[in-house]
């Protein structure tokens, strides 16, 4: 994990991810994973827009872009965004550790984030992303996880996903779907085996 992160800035995409502090699981019991969600939308909502991600086991991976200061100027109080996500994991890991009986921390720290600064590397990071599961051969095929962001893009259901966003920039639903069908797999983003 990085000593110091780049800081989050406006107006700029990012990959966000994180793991159980020593490999350990993030996700528990099943309720876990709607618990984490329901969680991240109350603490990111306001700074950041959520295009993707993916819950397993012991990590997750998602692609979100800081709002710009424009945006946020109907805000009477704004903080630095990367303290955004520092409440959300700490708002989660005290309802884990009530849950399980457990203290102490649950992910490592800080939260990994890496800038993502052409269009071209954010689709393929999307589908990276979502291909996660069967990377980790938690599944043969990465469409049978059910903790992605995958069918609430390509579904027509309420979401707070930016699926507008991300059809425009796949060109459209059946482009997106015939995409992550076609891309191969690739490897992690950064040289540490991330599981």
């Known amino acids: 994990m990085s000593t110091n992160p780049t800081p989050l800035a406006f107006g700029n995409f990012y990959h966000i991810y994180n793991r159980g502090n020593n490999h350990e699981d993030v996700f528990i019991q099943e309720r876990n994973y709607a618990y984490f969600v329901e969680l991240w939308w109350k603490h990111t909502y306001q700074i950041a827009e959520t295009y993707t991600y993916c819950l397993l086991k ?4 998602a692609v979100i872009f800081i709002k710009s200061k424009e945006d946020l100027a109907g805000l009477t109080k704004t903080k630095e965004p990367s303290q955004y996500f520092a ?7 005290r309802g884990v550790n009530i849950a399980a009986g457990r203290s102490g921390a649950l992910f490592e720290r800080p939260f990994e984030r890496i800038p ?3 269009e071209l590397y954010l689709m393929r990071l999307i589908v990276y992303i979502h ?7 938690f599944v043969n095929d990465f469409r049978d996880w059910n903790h992605s962001s995958y069918h609430e893009l390509i579904e027509n259901i309420p979401t707070r996903l930016q699926r507008s966003k991300v059809m425009k920039l796949f060109g459209s639903s059946q482009d997106f779907i015939k995409i992550h069908q076609e891309l191969q797999p690739l490897p992690d983003f950064n040289s540490e085996d991330y599981q």
């Open 58 to 61: 012991n990590h997750f991976h």
């Open 116 to 118: 993502v600064m052409d």
């Open 131 to 137: 291909q996660n599961p069967q990377k980790h051969k």
């Open 87 to 93: 409440n959300f994991f700490n708002a989660y890991t």
